[in-house]
């Protein structure tokens, strides 16, 4: 049973427009939500991250949002770049869990030129 | 990532024939793990590590050991390959005070004929 679940294996986008990538979670004991990229044969990096006393959080083209209350969180990226295409996974982790993450099955994201 | 590396990087196996993945880190951090990557499952946990001879189990940690001997070494054994344990296993390296933020290391994609 997949505590958190990214529903959209893949999307594709026009360059300068926006992507949005989403995530739901099951487990209400996440507190703290993070997004990384992965390129092929290469291992993921770290994105961005929110905790879950806020409700958004902006690092450039990057904002993340979260909805407590819908188990909700996305990724938007303004403007989406050829650049960014990638597998996109979204994680979670629990206070106390020896910092341990669950992730989801990643969304592809292909941005066309 | 200059701070972690996976040997080996690619290894072709037999069923039956034991496995010994390592993972190196040159950052101090304390935190280690083992992650396994397959198509429709994104990244899922097979065991940790919070410090020297200290592991625990994740999430699909059947047929599978580690170990810790040093700060800088975690390993991971198959002691017997199986064809379903054929995927992209990444380690990761985390510490107090990053947010979570693991990084990864660049994979070693196994496949067990």
């Known amino acids: 049973d997949q505590q958190v679940k990214q529903n959209s294996p893949s999307l594709s986008v026009q360059e300068g427009r926006i992507s949005i990538l989403n995530c739901d979670y099951t487990?209400?004991?996440?507190?703290?939500f993070l997004w990384y990229k992965k390129y092929p044969a290469e291992g993921p990096t770290f994105l961005i991250s929110?905790?879950?006393?806020?409700d958004k959080n902006e690092d450039g083209r990057f904002t993340v949002f979260l909805n407590k209350s819908a188990k909700h969180l996305s990724l938007h990226i303004v403007p989406s770049q050829p650049g960014d295409s990638a597998v996109y996974f979204c994680?979670?982790?629990?206070?106390?869990?020896?910092?341990?993450?669950?992730f989801g099955s990643g969304t592809q994201l292909t941005v066309l030129p | 990532d200059a701070g972690i590396t996976q040997s080996p990087r690619h290894k072709v196996t037999e069923t039956g024939t034991p496995v010994t993945l390592r993972c190196h880190q040159t950052e101090n951090h304390r935190y280690m793990y083992w992650y396994r990557q397959d198509p429709g499952h994104g990244l899922r946990l097979i065991h940790y590590s919070y410090g020297v001879k200290d592991t625990d189990k994740g999430e699909v940690s059947d047929g599978y050991s580690v170990s810790r001997s040093k700060t800088e070494d975690f390993l991971l054994t198959l002691e017997s390959a199986t064809s379903s344990q054929t995927s992209v296993y990444f380690c990761a390296i985390s510490e107090l005070g990053v947010n979570f933020g693991y990084t990864f290391g660049s994979g070693t994609r196994l496949t067990v004929v």
């Open positions: 929110i905790s879950s006393i806020k």
């Open positions: 994680a979670a982790s629990e206070s106390g869990s020896a910092r341990q993450l669950t």
């Open positions: 487990n209400s004991m996440f507190d703290y």
